[in-house]
């Protein structure tokens, strides 16, 4: 049973530049979180996608958007990147309630330069 | 407002000895979930162990158990006879109400286990 699988692994992208990071989840999880994770930090939340919505925010900008698609899998879009989104991005997927579900992938590691 | 608090930026332990590391809490809500994730260099977090605010005992799994104390508002991860394999980054991480709703993670202890 695969877990939730990142795309692209690592990115390099230059200030200004636009980004669109991809997500998989796992079978049987409807729900998909986003997360970015600077050098040395724990996880900051970015949003959640539930039935194509955005359900729940954290306090990122606007330059931050994200989409999930009716087979549950979503984009998280970053524009007019700053050095500052330097991080991993990271995914996790979950059933909407129950257990305690979380299920991570292993990132997406984006440069600023 | 949620916050996880990680005092131990690094912790030292020599394999096969148990390492407790430590996390406080601060909600005001009853209901909440207490989570302890794992992440090696390759970034993927790892699930450790879960403890729901209602649940009675402290939750084990395998070498991992988790020192609950409500009153305190802490929720230790205490890892048994370590392995060298145990070397990562941990982090504590609390969600608010019954639904999954975002996580709050603290900033992390770093574990390295000495042969």
């Known amino acids: 049973d695969a877990g939730v699988t990142q795309s692209p692994t690592h990115l390099i992208k230059t200030r200004g530049q636009q980004v669109t990071l991809r997500c998989s989840p796992k079978s049987g999880h409807d729900t998909v979180s986003w997360y970015q994770q600077a050098l040395g930090q724990g996880p900051q939340f970015i949003f959640q996608?539930?039935?194509?919505?955005?359900?729940q925010r954290g306090n990122f900008p606007d330059r931050f958007s994200g989409h999930q698609f009716p087979n549950y899998s979503s984009e998280l879009n970053v524009n007019a990147l700053l050095l500052g989104d330097s991080a991993l991005y990271l995914c996790?997927?979950?059933?909407?309630?129950?257990?305690?579900?979380?299920?991570f992938g292993s990132g997406t590691r984006l440069t600023v330069v | 407002a949620q916050k996880i608090t990680q005092t131990q930026p690094g912790m030292f332990v020599q394999e096969k000895e148990a390492v407790t590391l430590d996390c406080t809490y601060d909600?005001?809500?009853?209901?909440?979930?207490l989570f302890w994730y794992k992440q090696p260099s390759s970034g993927e977090m790892i699930f450790l162990i879960y403890?729901?605010?209602?649940?009675?005992q402290n939750a084990t799994e395998g070498r991992y158990s988790l020192n609950f104390q409500k009153a305190r508002k802490s929720a230790n991860l205490v890892i048994s006879a370590s392995q060298l394999g145990d070397s990562a980054m941990y982090f504590c991480a609390m969600r608010v109400g019954g639904s999954n709703y975002k996580l709050t993670f603290g900033k992390g202890t770093l574990l390295t286990v000495n042969p």
């Open positions: 909600t005001s809500d009853p209901s909440y979930g």
């Open positions: 996790a997927s979950s059933p909407l309630m129950g257990g305690n579900g979380y299920t």
């Open positions: 403890q729901g605010s209602y649940d009675q």
């Open positions: 996608y539930y039935e194509e919505e955005e359900r």
